[in-house]
C-alpha cells in the first residue's frame, strides 16, 4: 500500500478484501460453479463502491475517518470487531461447506429468492443511516476534532442505532440467499455480539457525547421499536 496516497489506499484495500472473500467463500465451496456466491459478490461490490463514490463526493470526511488506521478506538470495541471477524470467516467457510461441498442442509429456490429480495430493505435502511449521519464511524468512539454532534434525522427518528439494525437483517439473508441453514449457528452469534456492541456504544454516547442524554429520552429504542 502506497503511504500518502488515499486513493490507492482505498483501491488496494478494496481488492484485497474481494479476494479475501473469493477465497473465504469458494475455498470451502469446492467450486466456482455457485450462482448465489458470484450474484452476491457482484451486489456487495457494487454496494460497496457505490457507497465509497458517494462518500468521496458528498462526504469525504467520513471517508477519511472510516478509512483511517490511527483511531482511538475503544478497547471493548476492538475486542468485539476482533470477535466478529473470527465468526464472519467461520460463517463464509461454513455457507460453503454447507451449500455446495457437502449439502448438509437444503434451500428451496424460493426462499433464496426471498434471502435476495430482503437485502434490499435491509441494505435501504443501512444506507440511509449512512447518508444521514456525518460521524458514523466504523469504530466506536466520540469524533471531538470533527465537531460530533447527535445525529436526529432519517432513521434515527425511530431508533438510535439503525445502522445496526440493517445489518442485523442483512446477516439474515445471508444464509438464505446463499442457501446454506447452518451458517445461522454462528450468524446468531453476530446478531448477538451486535446487540452487546450497540448496548456499549449507547452509554458510551450517553456518557460522552453532549446532547445524546436528552435525544435517548426523545427517541426510546436502540435497535427495534416497541422492543428495545
Same mark, same amino acid.
Given at each position: !500500500?502506497?503511504?500518502?496516497?488515499?486513493?490507492?489506499? *482505498?483501491?488496494?484495500?478494496?481488492?484485497v478484501? #474481494?479476494?479475501?472473500?473469493?477465497?473465504l467463500?469458494?475455498?470451502?465451496?469446492?467450486t466456482?460453479?455457485?450462482?448465489?456466491?458470484?450474484?452476491?459478490?457482484?451486489? +456487495?461490490?457494487?454496494?460497496?463502491?457505490?457507497v !465509497?463514490?458517494w462518500?468521496?463526493?458528498?462526504?469525504?470526511?467520513?471517508?477519511?475517518? *472510516? !478509512?483511517?488506521?490511527?483511531?482511538?478506538?475503544?478497547?471493548?470495541?476492538?475486542?468485539?470487531?476482533?470477535? +466478529? %471477524?473470527?465468526?464472519?470467516?467461520?460463517?463464509?467457510? #461454513?455457507?460453503?461447506?454447507?451449500?455446495?461441498?457437502?449439502?448438509?442442509?437444503?434451500?428451496?429456490? !424460493?426462499?433464496?429468492?426471498?434471502?435476495?429480495?430482503?437485502?434490499?430493505?435491509?441494505?435501504?435502511?443501512?444506507?440511509?443511516?449512512?447518508?444521514?449521519?456525518?460521524?458514523?464511524?466504523?469504530?466506536?468512539?466520540?469524533? *471531538?476534532?470533527?465537531?460530533?454532534?447527535?445525529? /436526529?434525522?432519517?432513521? +434515527?427518528?425511530?431508533?438510535?442505532?439503525?445502522? =445496526?439494525?440493517?445489518?442485523?437483517?442483512?446477516?439474515?439473508?445471508?444464509?438464505?440467499?446463499?442457501g446454506?441453514?447452518?451458517? =445461522?449457528?454462528?450468524?446468531?452469534?453476530?446478531?448477538?455480539?451486535?446487540?452487546?456492541?450497540?448496548?456499549l @456504544?449507547? /452509554? %458510551?454516547?450517553?456518557? @460522552?457525547?453532549?446532547?445524546?442524554? @436528552? +435525544?435517548?429520552?426523545?427517541? /426510546?429504542? *436502540?435497535?427495534?421499536?416497541?422492543?428495545?
Amino acid at each position: !500500500m502506497i503511504k500518502g496516497d488515499p486513493k490507492k489506499n *482505498r483501491a488496494v484495500k478494496l481488492a484485497v478484501t #474481494i479476494i479475501l472473500l473469493l477465497a473465504l467463500i469458494f475455498i470451502p465451496a469446492g467450486t466456482l460453479r455457485w450462482p448465489e456466491a458470484w450474484i452476491f459478490l457482484f451486489l +456487495y461490490g457494487a454496494v460497496v463502491a457505490g457507497v !465509497m463514490a458517494w462518500w468521496k463526493k458528498n462526504a469525504p470526511d467520513l471517508l477519511k475517518e *472510516r !478509512m483511517s488506521r490511527d483511531k482511538d478506538a475503544k478497547s471493548w470495541d476492538k475486542l468485539i470487531m476482533l470477535v +466478529y %471477524t473470527f465468526l464472519l470467516i467461520i460463517v463464509l467457510a #461454513i455457507t460453503g461447506l454447507d451449500a455446495v461441498r457437502f449439502r448438509w442442509s437444503s434451500v428451496p429456490l !424460493m426462499a433464496k429468492v426471498l434471502g435476495f429480495l430482503g437485502y434490499l430493505p435491509s441494505l435501504g435502511f443501512a444506507l440511509w443511516a449512512m447518508k444521514e449521519n456525518a460521524f458514523l464511524s466504523n469504530v466506536v468512539r466520540i469524533q *471531538r476534532e470533527r465537531g460530533h454532534t447527535v445525529c /436526529r434525522s432519517g432513521p +434515527y427518528r425511530f431508533v438510535r442505532h439503525p445502522m =445496526y439494525l440493517g445489518v442485523i437483517f442483512v446477516f439474515l439473508c445471508f444464509p438464505l440467499s446463499l442457501g446454506s441453514l447452518y451458517a =445461522y449457528i454462528p450468524i446468531s452469534l453476530i446478531v448477538i455480539l451486535f446487540i452487546l456492541r450497540t448496548a456499549l @456504544e449507547d /452509554r %458510551t454516547l450517553r456518557n @460522552e457525547l453532549s446532547g445524546y442524554e @436528552e +435525544y435517548a429520552r426523545e427517541v /426510546r429504542f *436502540r435497535l427495534l421499536p416497541g422492543v428495545w
